[in-house]
């Protein structure tokens, strides 16, 4: 019973270049989370997406950054022309409910280095 | 004001010891409260989840909700090694649509 699936776990990119991280959420989960956490920070909501569709994406920067989740597939957080600034862990989420409260269940992330 | 706010610690105890920690929140229609346990280099997990006010508990574990204060806490009975982690509180953001996660609070506890 696979959970939460990302990849890659490690990232490493040069400034301007672009990052793909995939998350495969859990067996039946349709609703996926994408979350940013820095030391000092801690862990920031980005973007929420049900199947084709952006529910949430008001933790997103407005530029560089986008998400989607097709219908068939994992879900992607794409970085344009990354910066040293988006150096950080990036987790993925996912949970079988859109019911307010509902848990979610984390993958362990992929560390992303921009040098 | 923040929706959620947490001391980071760190907080280091001896093994054995009662462990609390707490978080305060700012929007008193929040009823789900939930706290996460994340080692080092890996995703948060689910440890408790309450509803509304009042404890709950779980083995060595309780959370427990103040909602005239805006405050919540998980105590820590008999801490082991094992304990030493960032705990991490959250709650519904207002649209309901996500979680805020307070900034966690790394525990060590020491054998």
């Known amino acids: 019973n696979a959970g939460v699936m990302q990849n890659p776990r490690h990232l490493v990119r040069r400034r301007g270049q672009e990052a793909r991280l995939r998350c495969s959420p859990m067996?039946?989960?349709?609703?996926v989370y994408w979350y940013r956490q820095l030391p000092e920070e801690g862990l920031k909501f980005m973007v929420y997406l049900q199947k084709e569709n952006i529910i949430d994406e008001s933790g997103m920067p407005k530029e560089r950054f986008s998400a989607e989740f097709p219908k068939e597939g994992p879900s992607i957080l794409r970085i344009q022309q990354v910066v040293r600034g988006d150096s950080a862990a990036y987790f993925c989420a996912s949970s079988p409910s859109d019911r307010v409260g509902s848990p979610l269940h984390f993958g362990n992330g992929t560390r992303l280095t921009v040098t | 004001q923040k929706e959620v706010e947490q001391d980071p610690g760190p907080l280091s105890v001896p093994e054995g010891a009662i462990v609390s920690l707490n978080c305060t929140y700012s929007n008193s229609a929040f009823q789900y409260f939930m706290w996460y346990r994340q080692y080092s280099r890996k995703g948060p997990e689910l440890l408790m989840y309450t509803y509304s006010s009042g404890n709950k508990e779980d083995g060595r574990f309780t959370a427990q909700v103040d909602k005239s204060s805006k405050y919540i806490s998980l105590f820590i009975r008999d801490s082991q090694p094992s304990d030493s982690a960032t705990y991490l509180c959250?709650?519904?953001?207002?649209?309901?649509?996500?979680?805020?996660f307070g900034k966690g609070t790394t525990l060590s506890v020491s054998s």
């Open positions: 959250a709650i519904p953001n207002q649209a309901g649509t996500a979680l805020i």
């Open positions: 067996k039946g989960h349709s609703h």
